[in-house]
């Protein structure tokens, strides 16, 4: 996995589209972004196999299959090493609950975002699955009331040809002395 690979505005206008619609079929992206269907499958196969694109994904609204309680849980453990980590994050992922995992600094040393049933699923999932274990020191509990997805990750299309002309401008094999 080559985690360098050199992004071009077509490879960023790629990216910029799946991202807003990872269901667009490759002829579609391929007329908009002015290649050829087989240049453009090219193109995505190259940015998967370089782990810039990591996965497609659909977002399911967690209230619409019987989760409609959502929570941020701030958790402490202790003694932070490794098999316990590692451990903890494998049992955190195997639940149901869990939506997302965030290995943090700060006092806290991980946000877990979860979706529950109602209150009393809630609280189960922390005495349970969390507090149980000896290596959970502290959770602390923020219920979410709304929520908004930031925009695509890429720069807006009148910036994309600017951003790769700046990548090229700062490229390892260019001498700049200061």
Not at 19 to 40: H, K, M, W, Y
Not at 65 to 74: D, K, M, S
Not at 121 to 138: G, M
Request: hydrophobic share 45%.
């Amino acid at each position: 996995m080559d985690r360098n690979i050199d992004l071009d505005s077509i490879d960023l206008e790629i990216l910029r589209l799946l991202q807003n619609d990872a269901r667009i079929t490759n002829r579609e992206l391929a007329n908009l972004v002015g290649v050829a269907p087989s240049t453009c499958l090219g193109r995505v196969s190259r940015l998967r196999s370089a782990g810039v694109i990591e996965r497609y994904m659909m977002h399911v609204r967690a209230a619409a299959v019987g989760r409609p309680l959502e929570a941020l849980l701030a958790v402490r453990i202790h003694p932070h090493r490794q098999p316990l980590v590692d451990s903890f994050v494998e049992h955190v992922l195997a639940q149901p609950e869990t939506r997302m995992l965030y290995h943090l600094t700060g006092p806290d040393d991980y946000i877990i975002h979860v979706a529950a049933a109602d209150a009393l699923d809630l609280q189960r999932f922390i005495l349970n699955e969390l507090t149980a274990r000896a290596e959970v020191t502290l959770v602390h509990t923020n219920l979410i009331f709304c929520q908004w997805h930031g925009q695509p990750l890429l720069p807006p299309r009148a910036d994309m040809s600017r951003l790769a002309t700046d990548k090229h401008r700062r490229s390892p094999t260019s001498t700049n002395a200061k």
